[in-house]
Nanobody, 127 residues
Framework: QVQVLEAGGGLVQAGGSLRLSCVVS????????AAWFRQAPGKEREFVAA????????AYADSVKDRFTIIRDNAKNTVYLQMNSLKPEDTAVYYC????????????????????WGQGTQVTVSS
């Protein structure tokens, strides 16, 4: 049984940093893809960052580029999202998603590409 467990959310002031973690069990992350999505109140879920396979370059939404970094640690079967220079508009529930196999470039930002999802972790950025 595959489990995806996020942690690290919280309340932070604008300009601050947070590091989210996502531990995946029951699936070998080394051979698959992983991503972060987020959903703000009243809005649809949106893509944040993805690492479609080991050795590939990461992909980011324009709204977080140069501020967020997705980091894969295959040895720990864990994916991190380092978030710097946080803004109030980054407030959302952040979800980690995983797929057992590598993804093609065009699929990595699409939620339907991922088979397994975590419960989400709340990130609140105050102004």
């Amino acid at each position: 049984q595959v489990q995806v467990l996020e942690a690290g959310g919280g309340l932070v002031q604008a300009g601050g940093s947070l590091r989210l973690s996502c531990v995946v069990s029951g699936l070998t992350l080394r051979t698959g893809g992983a991503a972060w999505f987020r959903q703000a109140p009243g809005k649809e879920r949106e893509f944040v960052a993805a690492h479609r396979r080991s050795g590939a370059s990461a992909a980011y939404a324009d709204s977080v580029k140069d501020r967020f970094t997705i980091i894969r640690d295959n040895a720990k079967n864990t994916v991190y999202l380092q978030m710097n220079s946080l803004k109030p508009e980054d407030t959302a529930v952040y979800y980690c998603a995983a797929h057992p196999r590598s993804l093609i470039i065009t699929a990595q930002s699409m939620g339907d590409s991922y088979d397994y999802w975590g419960q989400g972790t709340q990130v609140t950025v105050s102004s």
